[in-house]
């Protein structure tokens, strides 16, 4: 029997998705929101950030598929249908090109890029000898260590970077300090120069960037959130960079997305912005698991990379 997948996504590339899902899954029949057709046709649903109540309109869906790691997007639903399993991505590709992202940003912040950038534009030559730095005095804390965080951790650590980590439950990793729960937040945060956030966004997790947490930090640190807008408390970041407390901030997601045009991030000379783009779900390589997924459905066998409805991630 046919099958029939939605994709829901207004950002990400349709036809591509569509050839490579087609590649991937002969004889799936795909079509793209808002041309959904009948609704009782879709069985599966391949979504970035839904609108509101669209999946409830699918009587017959019998998974949902995230577009990416996160599935925040999708439990922000409130008419989410109950009892649908959710999947998310995970992808080699995915994991690689968020490491990049951390390891860009840590070492622009370890070699001190963002002052000398402002040298170059007043023509000031100054080496600044005595603010120089060995990578094992610079602290990086990563906030998760799952599929993605757990590569970055990893990656900085071989660049020799003094690097701790903090997940809901304990891990053991070579060359990471493992800290876990609220228990051992402070403890992680005091040791933290440059705190890097690549947790989920869950009830438990929202706004974890604030300034109290600032404040357990050591002081002229710097935040990279490449998780979620949600992570952070946006008023509380102005203040901790106008205050010294913190240095700098590379935000990669936002509480609304695209940033809005006159929102105080855009100017901030020690913020710096990227477009929700640390790392993008590559069809090439992700349009297989969706394939293997529908495959498994249909043969009553696990999903691969399901997501537990109640912790949300
Ligand atoms: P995983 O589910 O593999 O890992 C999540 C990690 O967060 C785990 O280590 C988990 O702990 C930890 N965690 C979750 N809740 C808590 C909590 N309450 N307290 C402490 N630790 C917690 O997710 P991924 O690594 O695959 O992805 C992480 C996030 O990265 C995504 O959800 C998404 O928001 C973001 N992302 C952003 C992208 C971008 O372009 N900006 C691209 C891709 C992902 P434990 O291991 O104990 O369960
Ligand atoms: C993701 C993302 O969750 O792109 O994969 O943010």
Known sequence: ??????????????????????????????????????????????????RPGEL???PNLKAIFSLGAGVDHIFADPDLPEGV????????????????????????????????????RDHVWDMRMSEMRQAYET????????????????????????????????KSMHGVECYAGEAEFQAFLARTRILVCLLPLTPATAGILNA????????????INAGRGGHLVEDDLIPALDSGQLAGATLDVFAQEPLPPGHPFWDHPAITVTPHNASITDPRSVAAQVAENIRRQRAGEPLLNLVDPEAKY
């Open 1 to 50: 029997m046919a099958m029939t997948l939605l994709f829901i996504s207004e950002t990400d590339r349709t036809d591509w998705w569509q050839s490579e899902l087609s590649r991937a899954s002969p004889g799936l029949e795909v079509r793209a929101w808002p041309d959904i057709g009948a609704p009782a046709d879709i069985d599966y649903a391949l979504v970035w950030k839904p």
């Open 56 to 58: 409830a309109k699918l």
């Open 85 to 120: 399993p959710v999947t998310r991505i995970v992808d080699a590709n995915l994991t690689a090109g968020m490491s990049e992202y951390v390891l860009l940003h840590t070492l622009r912040y370890h070699r001190n890029q963002p002052v000398f950038d402002r040298q170059q």
């Open 139 to 170: 602290s990086v804390g990563v906030l998760g260590l799952g599929e993605i965080g757990s590569d970055a951790a990893v990656k900085l650590s071989a660049l020799g970077f003094s690097v701790a980590g903090w997940s809901r439950t304990q």
């Open 212 to 223: 109290a947490a600032f404040a357990s930090m050591p002081r002229g640190g710097y935040l």
